[in-house]
């Protein structure tokens, strides 16, 4: 029996077992390759249809707005309250329309079993989303920022973003409380109506020394760079109120009145202004 060579049968036998081996594994790529083809059209398909759904979803809502169908917004606002200028401004940015809804505060209306049934404090804006009551601006303009997240109201960067709520808060907690309504009533009542007019050119003017500085590192054509965000929309009230009412000498604020001019310029800002609110006295 020779050791090597060919052995007719048996190499045979593996030429045939090879055979069936190859053609086992070309049946099994190509219907490997098939199954991956079938997956990559179904991907494809889900893909299309996700896309076509979402196109769908966006011009139905784009058709929604234009129709006014999304009126569900209301805003309980006074004309002339700066808080509520806040707000109406970020819904001019945010493209929403919504129904305005006059409370007087001059006819103590905040104070009606209605209005403090949706604001306990008795103070505008509230807003009403369909279901969801947001009362106080700060909330509000976080509210509408998180639902309608068009246009944003805050910076990506952190440090703009901190001096952006900071900005926020002088204004809303260390100038506009020190000047609402009830306080300065209560001290031309209780001390005299001169002395109003003092406390509140005393309390802005505080207010605008630390924003003055606070914002000179960070202003470019608006309060933290060249877009507007929420810094603005606090300062542009504040602002309104301490030129066009309390009548603040803004020659030591200059970084404050070059800001003011900007907002003067911006159609989602002028729209907001006082004036030209639908319970606005005519003259
Ligand atoms: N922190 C609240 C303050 C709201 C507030 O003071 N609103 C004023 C108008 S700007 C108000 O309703 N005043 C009525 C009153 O003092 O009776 C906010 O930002 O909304």
Redesign the pocket.
């Known amino acids: 029996m020779p050791k090597s060579g060919f052995h007719p049968l048996s190499d045979e036998k593996a030429i045939d077992d090879s055979m069936t081996f190859s053609i086992q594994s070309v049946a099994f790529v190509s219907n490997m390759a098939a199954r991956l083809r079938t997956r990559a059209n179904d991907i494809h398909e889900l893909n299309t249809e996700n896309s076509s759904i979402q196109r769908m979803l966006h011009k139905s809502q784009q058709e929604a707005s234009e129709s006014g169908d999304d009126q569900q917004l209301k805003l309980y606002s006074?004309w002339r309250?700066?808080?509520?200028f806040r707000v109406r401004i970020a819904l001019n940015l945010k493209g929403l329309k919504y129904e305005y809804k006059a409370v007087n505060?001059l006819k103590g209306e905040?104070f009606s079993p209605e209005f403090t049934k949706l604001n306990p404090i008795?103070?505008?804006?509230v807003l009403v989303d369909g279901d969801i009551v947001v009362a106080?601006?700060?909330a509000i303009l976080i509210y509408l920022e998180d639902k309608y997240p068009q246009h944003p109201l805050l910076p990506q960067d952190l440090q703009k973003k901190a001096i952006n709520y900071q900005a926020a808060n002088i204004v809303?907690s260390s100038i506009?409380?020190l000047q609402?309504?009830?306080i300065l009533k209560y001290i031309e009542e209780k001390v005299s109506p001169e002395e109003k007019l003092e406390w509140v050119k005393v309390h802005i003017g505080k207010g605008f020394a630390a924003l003055e500085e606070l914002l000179n590192n960070y202003a470019g054509r608006y309060a933290t760079g060249d877009e507007v965000f929420l810094a603005d929309l606090f300062l542009a009230p504040q602002l309104y109120a301490a030129i066009g009412r309390f009548h603040v000498d803004m020659t030591q604020f200059p970084l404050l009145a070059r800001l003011h001019e900007a907002y003067s310029k911006i159609p989602e800002f002028l729209d907001a202004l006082p004036e030209n609110q639908p319970d606005a006295p005519s003259s």
């Open positions: 006074y309250s700066s808080c509520s505060l905040q008795g103070y505008v804006p106080d601006s700060f809303s506009q409380p609402n309504l009830a």
